[in-house]
């Protein structure tokens, strides 16, 4: 059984940082790309970054470009979020998704949904 959990959220104040991290069970991780993805209240759920199966490719969101880093571990078999400089906008549930039939990014990444997805974490950030 696939089982992704997520953690790191919480609340901080604008222009601080928090680093979520994400452990993903019952699968071959680095068979797959994986991603971070968010929903705010009221909106639709929205790719905030892809990395690809060997960590040798990335893409982001243009709202966090700069901002946020991904990197996974494939011996812990853990993906990570850093995110600097947050801001109110970036208040969301934050889901870690294994992104089946992806080992890279490609530009369809963030449209889909046929994924092992977490149970997500809150980040709230403050102004």
């Known amino acids: 059984q696939v089982q992704v959990v997520e953690s790191g959220g919480g609340l901080v104040q604008a222009g601080g940082s928090l680093r979520l991290s994400c452990t993903a069970s019952g699968l071959t991780f680095d068979a797959y790309a994986m991603g971070w993805f968010r929903q705010a209240p009221g909106k639709e759920r929205e790719g905030v970054s892809c990395?690809?199966?060997?960590?040798?490719?990335?893409d982001y969101a243009d709202s966090v470009k700069g901002r946020f880093t991904i990197g996974r571990d494939n011996a812990k078999n853990t993906l990570y979020l850093q995110m600097n400089s947050l801001k109110p906008e970036d208040t969301a549930m934050y889901y870690c998704?294994?992104?089946?039939?992806?080992?890279?990014?490609?530009?369809?990444?963030?449209?889909?949904?046929?994924?092992?997805w977490g149970q997500g974490t809150q980040v709230t950030v403050s102004s």
């Open positions: 998704a294994a992104l089946r039939g992806f080992r890279y990014c490609s530009g369809s990444w963030s449209s889909t949904r046929n994924n092992y």
């Open positions: 990395i690809s199966w060997g960590g040798g490719s990335t």
